[in-house]
């Protein structure tokens, strides 16, 4: 499986990431892929920008277990992870995920997987800021429960 | 184990290093200036006469690292591809900590150059800031990390974590060493502080929850790190109240992650 992770500060192209994945592969039959955005009504309305922490060296460290994980779970041919850091303004595109597999059940359910550990295990965090003063973004429940699904019983 | 810069006769000598393959070569040195509290305070809103001490004590370091065999008797001259600094304000200890990092392809290592740029660096703070503060400490210059070349890889905290191995005894805490602890995120703002370091004794066990104690003992607004919700990692890895540390260890406290 090929894993492709990066943390930047610079936008990503899907197209072009998506074309790293496949060029000269014949044998990838589904490639999926999520893109998150920067909303501008979040935990309260009229956010202007958003600033993204991360933990360097154990980020890239987690996310690549994460992709590790998925490998073992599906069968995947490629999986790429793209987390923006620094500060972003509404309507950026602030995380990618792409995952190839020869079949599309696969590729679905292995990007769905991604997505939930990664935002319960990847150290980023999220400060929104507005008009009327900046704060850090709690945790949602949703997103632990959404995580817990994948819990192997 | 031998000197390798005395020849048989014990006579001061270059090695010759023309037959040795090119590898990689990476090191990282790290070290501190003590100062007082109102001298960082100065330094961190750049008011100190002299001007911006952190840019200066940078070019001042990499400069050095070019120039090591100027200064070191039997260092080869070296074309290094990167040295770059890294400085850290540590209110809590009151010092600022330098951490140089060199890299070339080539046949010998860079530690000297890494320590060199420390040393430097180190020196350069000295003298930036000495106008307000004469009794400022170097101090901890060290090598924490070597890679390439016939030794292969070497860092401070594998040594570290050999040596505990060794004794035994799982979690027994070792008379000596340190701990880097960082503040990530909320947590940082909250505490107003970014990392500090704790000397090993302060540990009243060599687990995390140990950490968290020696870290409420030095102040009451760490007690929020009891919290269940703040997360710990030990070296990079999710860790939990139990699990075991070493002399040497980085330890973060974050809370709860909202990526994606």
Redesign the interface.
Known sequence: MKIAISVQKATFDTEAEQCRLTTGRLDIGAVVSFTGRVRDTNERPGVTALTLEHFPGMTEKSLHEIALEAGERWTLQAVTIIHRVGRLQPGDAIVLVMTASPHRRAAFDACDFIMDYLKTRAPFWKKEHTDNGSYWVSERQSDHEAANRWELS | MTLTHLNARGEAHMVDVADKQETRREARARGSVRMQASTLALLADGDLPKGDVLATARIAGIQAAKRTHELIPLCHALALSKVSLEFTLDIEESCVHVEAFCRLNGRTGVEMEALTAVSVACLTLYDMCKAVDRGMIIDGVRLEQKSGGRSGEWSRQAVAQTSLATTGEKGAISPTGTLKVQF???LR?RFEIAECTLAWEQLPTADIAGVKLALIERDAKFKALLSQRVLC?RN???SQDGTVIAPGDEI?F???????
């Open positions: 990530l995120a909320e703002e990692a990079e890895a999710m973060a974050f809370p709860p992650v909202t990526g994606g």
